[in-house]
């Protein structure tokens, strides 16, 4: 409508004290009329208030609408810090528009805070449009501004002009940026010396100001650093700086003394003679302290070296060449010193940058020195034993003692060689063998000692290697010196023969291969063509009769001298078929290729046949001689050969032995009735006379066990009385003897005749194999006569 709209506001914008109790009423939906347009609405100004306002509540303003009377309209504000977070920080009378602050205000939490203001009446309906009401926190300095880190730390160069950049400290204040309360300015507090720093108060750089800055005076310096708001007139805090200063090569090595005495022992290498010191005030293990030695003066041979410590800095002195005491007792050194890294033009020069170093030389028994080590030689192979293979000697490098050497050997695997102990010289002392297991590549080593008579003595090694050279000693060989070829030139594709050489490199191949110049009318209807430095190819000149064909060729070596040899081929020609292979039908004559003749197979064969004969001839007089030596022992030994064992092919033990006899004479009757087998006639003994054999009547078996002695006793009269069946001793031989028999043994060992009862001198004619049996049952040599 046409009514105003008043506001009451606070005036202590930054001080957060009120200085009128009432706030100010605005109308902010207050039109005013002008001419040409219909403004909708005051834009409100921001309200202002303090942070950390401790008197709470604090109104704020106040709001009125002119549409209604006053108690007819409902006010109500939105937004963050009434029904947003942070929530409850203001507040509005709903009936009278007065907005308040209830909580203390944080402006590095929040710095404003923006509301939307509603007029509704009594029924909830819109009076007016809602208006922006925009709350501005007003900062005040309670920060105190902070370092971003407790120590700064930066590096500068000793020496370094004003106004060289060493580092920046940096810090921050969470106070408004826009006003004092941020304003920030730094200082140096102390430096714990000259004022040889500075810091520039606004960007916190710290630079140097004047010179003077030695490290070796004073490596590192501790600054203490202050920063304060409100332009340096606030609120402050402190940090520490540490600059380290950084070296640089100022100071010049210098050695501790101008001369140093060593000694050094001659005769050997890789020791260390002394020390030399040095000092340097440089930073330690930089390149700026580090020292190289030189040796300017009085080393021509180089026979010294000096190398740096590095942990101490010194100049060791070593040998790295042998010392002769003979050539020269003393050195006299020079040596320089300087650092790693160039030194700075303005450093003051060393005044002992050099020294003098002597080295004293101490005489020792020096170790004999061979002449030529290793000494190489070579020699033949199959020398003979005492062939001079070379002289090994050594001298005395002590001549100003003199003392006498002696030679003997320290290393020969194969025993070869022979040292002579007052002159080195070496000889063989037997034929060393090609296939030595110790022959390297063709060269035999050797290890010759030299020793002289000095207290303690000294010992030198030297190796002797040896070349053991090939020798042309064997001729080319054919292989194999037989072969097969077709009988027409035009067939196959002849004969491919090759030859093999015991001997190495260069005396064996290439070979040469020829037709024997003995034979001229080889070449008539044979050529030899060479295909490699290994094989050569045979072939017909014209058709050659089938069958074996002996050829003798020429066979030759490349070594020098060259080696050759007439050997023969034996060569088979035989009928080809159009692919140049021999027919089947030529079997038998490429058989013949093998070397061996027609003449020679038929020789052979009948020197099998004529050992064969000899062989059987040799049997049957043996088997003569047994039987006559059997007649002998069977002589009055009619009734009892149960001793005999001239003519035992077996002995009839075991089980498993049922063969010689029947078995069925002892078996339970009532097994064998079970059995059902007929008893037939019983199988010979093979060494009783088939005229004394005669068929045995069936005997009844018995059907009690009473009757089983009396069966066993009848059956061992039969036995013994009957040459046809075994004899009685294998009767122990059972199969089943029953329980509880009533029968007696069955052994025979009481018989009455005995092997004292038999004559056995016909062993002695047996031979050696049966000497020993003789000289056991038969009478003795001496005795034969009366034997027989």
């Given at each position: 409508g046409?009514?105003?709209?008043?506001?009451?506001q606070s005036?202590?914008?930054?001080?957060?004290?009120?200085?009128?109790?009432r706030?100010h009423?605005l109308?902010?939906?207050?039109?005013?009329?002008a001419?040409?347009r219909?403004?909708?609405?005051?834009?409100?100004p921001?309200i202002?208030v303090?942070e950390?306002?401790?008197?709470?509540p604090?109104p704020?303003?106040q709001?009125?609408s002119?549409k209604q009377?006053?108690g007819?309209?409902?006010y109500s504000?939105?937004?963050p810090g009434v029904?947003?977070?942070?929530?409850?920080?203001?507040?509005?009378?709903k009936?009278?528009?007065?907005?308040?602050l209830?909580?203390?205000?944080?402006?590095?939490?929040?710095?404003r805070?923006?509301?939307?203001a509603?007029?509704l009446?009594?029924g909830?309906s819109?009076?007016e449009e809602p208006t922006d009401?925009e709350?501005?926190?007003v900062d005040q300095?309670?920060?105190?501004?902070?370092f971003?880190?407790e120590?700064f730390?930066g590096?500068?160069?000793?020496?370094?002009?004003p106004?060289?950049?060493?580092t920046r400290?940096?810090a921050t204040?969470?106070?408004?940026?826009?006003?004092d309360n941020?304003a920030l300015r730094?200082?140096i507090l102390?430096q714990?010396?000259p004022q040889?720093?500075s810091?520039?108060?606004?960007?916190?750089?710290?630079?140097?100001?004047?010179?003077?800055?030695?490290?070796?005076?004073?490596a590192?310096y501790?600054?203490?650093?202050?920063?304060?708001d409100m332009?340096?007139?606030?609120?402050t805090?402190?940090a520490?700086?540490i600059?380290t200063?950084?070296?640089?090569?100022d100071n010049?090595?210098?050695f501790?003394r101008g001369?140093?005495?060593?000694e050094a022992?001659?005769?050997?290498s890789?020791?260390?003679?002394?020390r030399?010191?040095?000092?340097?005030?440089?930073l330690?293990?930089s390149?700026?302290?580090?020292?190289?030695?030189?040796?300017?003066?009085g080393d021509?041979?180089?026979?010294f070296?000096?190398?740096?410590?590095?942990r101490t800095?010194?100049?060791?002195?070593s040998?790295v060449?042998?010392?002769?005491?003979?050539?020269r007792?003393?050195?006299d050194?020079?040596?320089a010193?300087?650092?790693?890294?160039?030194?700075q033009?303005?450093a003051?020069?060393?005044?002992r940058?050099?020294?003098r170093?002597?080295?004293?030389?101490?005489?020792v028994?020096?170790?004999p020195?061979?002449?030529?080590?290793?000494?190489?030689?070579?020699?033949a192979?199959?020398?003979?034993?005492g062939?001079?293979?070379?002289t090994?000697?050594?001298?005395?490098?002590d001549?100003?003692?003199p003392q006498?050497l002696?030679?003997?050997?320290d290393?020969?695997?194969?025993?070869?060689l022979?040292v002579d102990?007052?002159t080195?010289?070496v000889?063989?002392?037997?034929?060393?063998s090609?296939a030595?297991?110790f022959?390297?590549d063709g060269?035999?080593?050797?290890?010759?000692?030299?020793?002289?008579?000095?207290?303690?003595?000294?010992?030198?090694?030297?190796?002797?290697?040896?070349?053991i050279?090939?020798?042309?000693?064997?001729a080319?060989?054919?292989s194999?010196p037989w072969?097969s070829?077709?009988?027409?030139p035009e067939?196959g594709?002849g004969?491919l023969?090759?030859?093999?050489?015991e001997d190495?490199?260069?005396?064996?191949a290439?070979f040469?291969?020829?037709?024997?110049?003995?034979?001229?009318e080889?070449?008539r209807?044979?050529?030899?063509s060479?295909v490699?430095?290994?094989h050569?190819r045979?072939?017909?000149r014209?058709?050659?009769?089938?069958g074996?064909?002996?050829l003798?060729?020429?066979?030759?070596?490349?070594g020098?001298?060259?080696?050759?040899r007439?050997?023969?081929l034996?060569v088979?020609?035989?009928r080809?078929g159009?692919?140049g292979a021999c027919?089947?039908?030529?079997?038998?004559l490429r058989?013949?290729?093998?070397g061996?003749?027609?003449g020679a197979?038929?020789?052979?064969?009948?020197?099998?046949?004529?050992?064969?004969?000899?062989?059987?001839?040799v049997a049957?007089?043996?088997?003569?001689?047994?039987?006559s030596?059997d007649?002998r022992l069977?002589?009055g030994?009619?009734?009892?050969l149960r001793?005999?064992i001239?003519n035992?092919?077996?002995?009839?033990?075991?089980?498993e032995?049922?063969d010689?006899?029947?078995?069925?004479?002892?078996?339970?009757?009532?097994?064998?009735a079970a059995?059902?087998?007929p008893?037939g006639r019983?199988?010979?003994?093979?060494?009783?006379?088939?005229?004394r054999?005669?068929?045995?009547?069936p005997r009844v078996?018995?059907?009690?066990?009473?009757d089983?002695?009396?069966?066993?006793?009848e059956?061992?009269e039969?036995?013994?009385s009957d040459p046809?069946?075994?004899?009685?001793d294998?009767a122990?031989?059972?199969?089943?003897?029953g329980?509880?028999?009533v029968?007696?043994?069955?052994?025979?060992?009481?018989?009455?005749?005995?092997?004292?009862?038999?004559?056995?001198s016909?062993l002695?004619d047996?031979?050696?194999r049966?000497?020993?049996?003789?000289?056991?049952?038969?009478?003795r040599e001496g005795?034969?006569?009366?034997?027989?």
């Open positions: 046409d009514g105003g709209f008043s506001l009451l005036l202590c914008l930054s001080v957060g004290v009120p200085r009128l109790r706030p009423t109308y902010p939906w207050h039109r005013v009329p001419p040409g219909v403004r909708r609405a005051w834009v409100i921001p202002s303090s950390n306002h401790k008197r709470l604090f704020l303003v709001i009125k002119d009377q006053l007819s309209i409902i504000i939105q937004g029904d947003e977070e942070p929530r409850g920080i203001f507040s509005i009378d009936f009278t528009g007065k907005v308040s209830n909580a203390v205000l944080d402006r590095e939490k929040t710095d805070f923006r509301l939307r509603f007029a009446d009594l909830g819109t009076l009401l709350i501005v926190v300095n309670d920060n105190r501004p902070v971003r880190q120590v730390t590096q500068v160069l000793e020496g370094a002009v106004g060289t950049y060493v400290a940096e204040d969470a106070d408004d940026p826009e006003t941020a730094y200082s102390e714990g010396g040889l720093f810091i520039d108060p606004h960007t916190g750089e710290i630079r140097t100001v004047q010179v003077g800055l030695d490290r070796e005076v004073v590192v501790n600054l203490t650093l202050q920063v304060a332009s340096g007139d606030g609120l805090a402190t520490s700086a600059i200063l950084e070296d640089v090569n010049a090595p210098e501790t001369q140093f005495f060593l022992t001659e005769a050997v890789g020791v260390d003679v002394g030399l010191e040095v000092e340097d005030r440089d330690p293990g390149p700026n302290w580090v020292v190289r030695f030189t040796i300017l003066e021509p041979d180089g026979q070296a000096i190398r740096t410590d590095p800095n010194e100049g060791v002195l040998v060449k042998p010392l002769d005491y003979e050539s007792e003393r050195y050194l020079k040596v010193a300087q650092n790693e890294a160039p030194l033009a303005a003051p020069r060393a005044e940058g050099q020294a170093v002597s080295v004293q030389v101490r005489d028994n020096e170790a020195v061979f002449q030529q080590n290793p000494l190489r030689t070579s020699l192979e199959g020398a003979a034993p062939t001079p293979v070379a090994f000697s050594a001298r005395d490098p001549t100003q003692q006498r002696s030679y003997s050997k290393y020969d695997p194969e025993d070869w022979q102990g007052a080195g010289r000889q063989t002392q037997r034929v060393l090609p030595s297991p022959l390297k060269w035999y080593r050797a290890i010759i000692l030299a020793r002289d008579d000095a207290s303690p003595p000294s010992t030198a090694t030297g190796t002797l290697s040896v070349e050279l090939e020798v042309n000693d064997h080319p060989e054919l194999p072969g070829l077709c009988s027409t067939q594709s004969l023969l090759g030859a093999t050489d190495l490199p260069p005396h064996g290439p040469h291969f020829q037709l024997s110049p003995r034979l001229p080889l070449a209807n044979w050529s030899l060479q490699n430095v290994s050569a045979l072939q017909p014209l058709q050659v009769q089938e074996l064909h002996r003798s060729l020429l066979l030759q070596d490349s020098q001298p060259p080696q050759q007439e050997q023969p034996n088979t020609v035989c080809c159009l692919d027919l089947p039908g030529a079997a038998a058989a013949g290729g093998a061996i003749s027609l197979l038929v020789i052979v064969l009948a020197s099998v046949i004529l050992l064969l004969l000899l062989a059987l001839l049957l007089l043996v088997r003569c001689r047994q039987q030596c007649k069977l002589h030994l009619q009734d009892d001793d005999n001239l035992y092919d077996e002995q009839g033990g075991g089980e032995d049922q010689a006899y029947d078995m069925d004479q002892l078996r339970h009757p009532a097994e064998l059995l059902g087998a008893l019983p199988s010979l003994r093979r060494d009783a006379p088939f005229s054999s005669h068929p045995q009547a078996l018995p059907t009690s066990p009473s089983i002695a009396d069966f066993i006793n059956g061992l039969a036995v013994d046809a069946v075994p004899p009685y294998t122990l031989i059972y199969d089943y003897e329980d509880g028999s029968a007696g043994t069955l052994s025979s060992i009481l018989s009455s005749l005995g092997d004292e009862d038999a004559d056995y016909c002695w047996w031979g050696p049966f000497a020993r049996l003789a000289d056991l049952y038969g009478p005795t034969r006569e009366e034997a027989f």
